[in-house]
């Protein structure tokens, strides 16, 4: 089935510092999506992309669909305590199941 | 109402019990999905409802039955479990399968 790699598989940062993380397909994805689980919840949906070299915002997150519609990044500016969790991408591959496809997850861990 | 609920929070079932999982949301949303999520793993597709109809079925064991009452509810029943079988069990919806899908919180689950 169909794979995203996500990287890196755990960050540890230090209070107001800037995140980066990314997934990578070697299919094409027709929608990208981001989401934030915390110990014992659901995915929180942070951000979805649905075109190409989309470029979209959500207070300090901001996240964009690649324009070769194989990967997508997700960054976090001056991260503060409560960013601290597992950060997926998932997608929906252009030719695929109706399930979402998720990747393993980036461990955000935030040294005060 | 932006939210899908699942009750129980916490299960715990011997292996020759029966139990139910119960997801509901009132957004009007058509496709309804389950998903099973191991610890610091991601969430793995098991059931997608869409229009009430059964749209896929990755392959899980029968012990596991889901059930799609009406546009509005989905449910999953459990019998004859297996210990490997614990896991957070995952609801989530979406106005329709191609539609960013949306996360309950989870129903933990313990097997003995």
């Known amino acids: 089935g169909q794979q995203l790699n996500q990287s890196p598989q755990s960050m540890f940062i230090q209070e107001g510092e800037d995140v980066s993380m990314n997934c990578t397909s070697s299919s094409i994805f027709n929608t990208w999506l981001w989401y934030k689980q915390e110990p014992g919840e659901g995915p929180v949906l942070l951000i979805a992309l649905y075109k190409a070299g989309e470029l979209t915002s959500n207070g300090r997150l901001t996240a964009q669909f690649g324009i070769t519609r194989k990967d997508s990044f997700l960054n976090i500016s001056a991260s503060i305590p409560s960013d601290v969790g597992i950060y997926f991408c998932a997608g929906r591959p252009l030719r695929g199941a109706d399930g979402l496809t998720f990747g393993k997850g980036t461990h955000l861990i935030i040294q005060p | 109402d932006t939210e899908v609920t699942q009750t129980p929070k916490h299960l715990v079932m011997g292996m020759t019990n029966k139990k139910s999982l119960k997801c509901e949301q009132h957004m009007g949303h058509r496709a309804m999905y389950w998903y099973k999520q191991k610890a610091k793993k991601p969430p793995e597709l098991m059931f997608v409802?869409?229009?009430?109809?059964?749209?896929i079925n990755e392959s899980v064991p029968s012990r596991f039955s889901p059930e799609c009452p009406n546009s509005s509810l989905l449910n999953l029943h459990l019998h004859a479990l297996q210990p490997e079988d614990s896991a957070l069990y995952l609801c989530?919806?979406?106005?329709?399968?191609?539609?960013?899908?949306?996360f309950g919180p989870g129903t933990r689950l313990l097997v003995l």
């Open positions: 989530a919806s979406s106005l329709n399968i191609q539609e960013t899908q949306y």
């Open positions: 409802y869409s229009y009430e109809k059964l749209s």
